[in-house]
């Protein structure tokens, strides 16, 4: 098999594997949508995981696009043609993440005001319940 092929072949496969992973996104967040009853913010959970699915989704479609290019000897148009997808799928992930996150990716996380409540994770931001014990503990500690 010529390397040529081979590098064709890898193309297809990670074009397969972005669209792929953003449909078992889609059905994962469509599950967890059905399955987590109650909770008030459903609708933000649902868009976070499928703005995750796709920006991993495009990651993956953006290397099959510089497998592609690279494959065979690349005119200036096939460079021109894989920068403009790659700056517009950059693009994509970039106002997907402000979308998902609230910040630029360069940004800091923003603290939220004092009394402001916010949906969230509590799995993913609290921290370990040793750490929590250990702060209440010197807390009950008089200084």
Partial sequence: MAFQSVVLLAARLMEGAGVGVMMLGALLAASRLFTRRGTSYIYRRLRLDLG??????????????????????????????LGLIVLIRTFLSFTLEVELEGRWPWQQAREPASGAVTPRDPSATSPPVEARESEEEERSVPH
Avoid at 52 to 62: D, M, N, Q, S, T
């Fill in 52 to 81: 995750r699915a796709i920006l991993l989704g495009l990651e993956f479609l953006v290397a099959a696009d510089i497998l592609r290019t690279v494959s065979d000897q690349p005119t200036l148009n096939d460079v021109l043609v």
